[in-house]
């Protein structure tokens, strides 16, 4: 799929669910549309190579920045940004596709929007595509049984103090954050370059506290899991082995609770799986969303 990188990007403004949010597209207008959601702490260019590559291949690609992220709106107050509201400004970017259902694919915290995607809003979702992230009622059964994951989730419970991981993100030019993704994903993942943007988009006006109020409010405002937790949207998880966040126990767990589930496990891959193995990640997502009629 290489051949199929030069894409040209194209950005618009859309308005939905109360918020103007920044979205990144390419791929021919009359594709199948697919909307990729990014997680923390990368604005939209953490899927860039995966839009570039699905676009080769016909799809139509939007990829959002999130509410609180980079060139989005920041709306204040942590209630802003409760799964809900999170779910609900990608059912209206589907609305503004034109299109009565997407492709939906999503990393880290834009997994989570995904899941819930499918949970709450199922007619929306043709097929979903997971990276690195398990389902909610797994992962929470996880975090209050195993001090393996709750070690590994203690940013979590750092990030809900108020102010003082703002003020220690910025410091030194962001190098909290730059470090943080070097540190957890393979020698020469993230380029010096990559970091720059980074930083830029970490230092938007309100983004690096919209940022960290998607955690805030999964502990202040926990969503209630519906009383029928499984998934009826076909599934493809995707799941790198050696991530230092979550447990990859937590994957066969998830795939249970899809009707039609898929798990491909990446023995090599770190949390940062889009980056490391874009060409197979793109190939997978392709052939599971695909064929283009």
Request: with cysteine; proline share 8%.
């Given at each position: 799929?290489?051949a199929?990188?030069?894409?040209?990007?194209?950005?618009?403004?859309?308005?939905?669910?109360?918020?103007?949010?920044?979205?990144?597209?390419?791929?021919?207008?009359?594709?199948?549309?697919?909307?990729?959601?990014?997680?923390?702490?990368?604005?939209?260019?953490?899927?860039?190579?995966?839009?570039?590559?699905?676009?080769?291949?016909?799809?139509?690609?939007?990829?959002?920045?999130?509410?609180?992220?980079?060139?989005?709106?920041?709306?204040?107050?942590?209630?802003?940004?409760?799964?809900?509201?999170?779910?609900?400004?990608?059912?209206?970017?589907?609305?503004?596709?034109?299109?009565?259902?997407?492709?939906?694919?999503?990393?880290?915290?834009?997994?989570?929007?995904?899941?819930w995607?499918?949970?709450?809003?199922?007619?929306?979702v043709?097929?979903?595509?997971?990276?690195?992230?398990?389902h909610?009622?797994?992962?929470?059964?996880?975090?209050?049984?195993?001090?393996?994951?709750?070690?590994?989730?203690?940013?979590?419970?750092?990030?809900?103090?108020?102010?003082?991981?703002?003020?220690?993100?910025?410091?030194?030019?962001?190098?909290?954050?730059?470090?943080?993704?070097?540190?957890?994903?393979?020698?020469?993942?993230?380029?010096?370059?990559?970091l720059?943007?980074?930083?830029?988009?970490?230092?938007?006006?309100g983004?690096?506290?919209?940022?960290?109020?998607?955690?805030?409010?999964?502990?202040?405002?926990?969503?209630?899991?519906?009383?029928?937790?499984?998934?009826?949207?076909?599934?493809?998880?995707?799941?790198?082995?050696?991530?230092?966040?979550?447990?990859?126990?937590?994957?066969?767990a998830?795939?249970?609770?899809?009707?039609?589930?898929?798990?491909?496990?990446?023995?090599?891959?770190?949390?940062?799986?889009?980056?490391?193995?874009?060409?197979?990640?793109?190939?997978?997502?392709?052939?599971?969303?695909?064929?283009?009629?």
């Amino acid at each position: 799929m290489s051949a199929e990188i030069a894409q040209e990007v194209e950005h618009q403004t859309i308005a939905t669910n109360g918020m103007n949010l920044h979205v990144a597209q390419a791929g021919p207008v009359a594709g199948p549309v697919v909307i990729l959601l990014h997680g923390f702490p990368e604005p939209w260019f953490g899927w860039e190579g995966v839009m570039r590559l699905l676009a080769g291949r016909g799809f139509r690609v939007w990829v959002p920045d999130q509410r609180g992220y980079n060139l989005s709106d920041k709306p204040a107050g942590v209630g802003a940004y409760q799964i809900d509201l999170l779910a609900r400004d990608i059912v209206g970017l589907i609305d503004a596709t034109g299109r009565e259902r997407a492709y939906v694919a999503g990393h880290d915290w834009g997994a989570a929007v995904a899941w819930w995607l499918a949970l709450r809003y199922p007619e929306r979702v043709q097929k979903l595509g997971i990276l690195n992230v398990p389902h909610p009622q797994i992962f929470l059964r996880h975090l209050l049984s195993s001090p393996q994951q709750l070690r590994k989730s203690w940013y979590m419970f750092f990030f809900q103090i108020p102010g003082l991981p703002e003020r220690l993100m910025r410091r030194d030019e962001w190098s909290l954050g730059a470090r943080s993704l070097i540190g957890s994903s393979r020698p020469g993942t993230f380029t010096v370059a990559d970091l720059q943007r980074y930083r830029a988009a970490w230092a938007q006006p309100g983004a690096i506290t919209g940022m960290l109020n998607w955690y805030r409010a999964a502990f202040q405002r926990p969503p209630r899991i519906p009383a029928d937790p499984r998934i009826h949207v076909p599934t493809l998880m995707l799941w790198g082995a050696q991530d230092r966040f979550l447990d990859a126990v937590m994957a066969p767990a998830s795939v249970d609770l899809c009707d039609d589930g898929r798990l491909i496990m990446f023995p090599d891959a770190t949390h940062w799986i889009q980056h490391e193995e874009v060409e197979r990640v793109s190939e997978l997502l392709a052939e599971f969303f695909g064929p283009i009629p």
